[in-house]
């Protein structure tokens, strides 16, 4: 995760292992290149993800559990931000493993779980998918801005601030309870 850190995705297999002290053929043991690596590190990102997600959710109040999840990912996000974009970047275009496929449905799933709990619906209710999706969308987004410096120079930390956007989105658009009218919205 290092070297990920340091380069993003430009780094050869023959330069990880020499950072972990291996022959250059000892990483083709485990991967049968450098896309099946960012693969299995971009999986491995999902289940980190999740994971935190899930013990924030836990330690939270039963009704600010979604938003202790929408925090754990902008948090995620500005801690991890090389693995983060891997996980939503460039290797989704050139196809996805099976791993790697189970664990980012796995994360959505953990989301669609808390929303339904919220909604106090059932997890395969289409409004659950829908609301699901819009609070995705609204973490993801602010965590990008945040990512790519776009919160900077507004009078206050980027993560704060990027919290704070989040929470008066709840707060004001109801964004997990609002009705679907199966429509655009005017």
Same mark, same amino acid.
């Given at each position: 995760?290092?070297?990920?850190?340091?380069?993003?995705?430009?780094?050869?297999?023959?330069?990880?292992?020499?950072?972990?002290?291996?022959?250059?053929?000892?990483?083709?043991?485990?991967?049968?290149?450098?896309?099946?690596?960012?693969?299995?590190?971009?999986?491995?990102?999902?289940?980190?993800?999740?994971?935190?997600?899930?013990?924030?959710?836990?330690?939270?109040?039963?009704?600010?559990?979604? *938003?202790?999840?929408?925090? $754990?990912? /902008?948090?995620? !996000?500005? %801690?991890?931000?090389? #693995?983060?974009?891997?996980?939503?970047? =460039?290797?989704?275009?050139?196809?996805?493993?099976?791993?790697?496929?189970?664990?980012?449905?796995?994360?959505?799933?953990?989301?669609?779980?808390?929303?339904?709990?919220?909604?106090?619906?059932?997890?395969?209710?289409?409004?659950?998918?829908?609301?699901?999706?819009?609070?995705?969308?609204?973490?993801?987004?602010?965590?990008?801005?945040?990512?790519?410096?776009?919160?900077?120079?507004?009078?206050?930390?980027? *993560?704060?601030?990027?919290? $704070?956007? /989040?929470?008066? !989105?709840? %707060?004001?658009?109801? #964004?997990?309870?609002?009705?679907?009218? =199966?429509?655009?919205?005017?």
């Amino acid at each position: 995760m290092i070297l990920l850190a340091e380069h993003g995705g430009e780094f050869s297999l023959r330069e990880l292992a020499r950072r972990v002290e291996v022959t250059a053929n000892a990483c083709y043991r485990h991967f049968a290149n450098k896309d099946a690596l960012l693969m299995a590190l971009a999986a491995e990102g999902f289940r980190r993800l999740r994971a935190n997600q899930a013990k924030a959710e836990e330690k939270a109040a039963k009704d600010s559990r979604l *938003l202790a999840g929408g925090y $754990s990912y /902008l948090h995620f !996000a500005h %801690d991890n931000p090389a #693995l983060f974009r891997l996980m939503f970047g =460039g290797i989704q275009s050139r196809g996805r493993s099976e791993e790697l496929e189970e664990a980012s449905r796995a994360s959505f799933d953990t989301l669609k779980m808390a929303v339904a709990h919220v909604q106090g619906k059932q997890v395969d209710d289409s409004s659950v998918s829908r609301a699901a999706l819009r609070a995705w969308g609204l973490v993801h987004g602010l965590s990008h801005l945040l990512l790519d410096g776009l919160l900077e120079g507004q009078g206050e930390d980027p *993560l704060i601030l990027a919290e $704070s956007a /989040l929470q008066e !989105a709840v %707060d004001q658009v109801g #964004l997990y309870n609002y009705p679907s009218t =199966g429509g655009h919205h005017e």
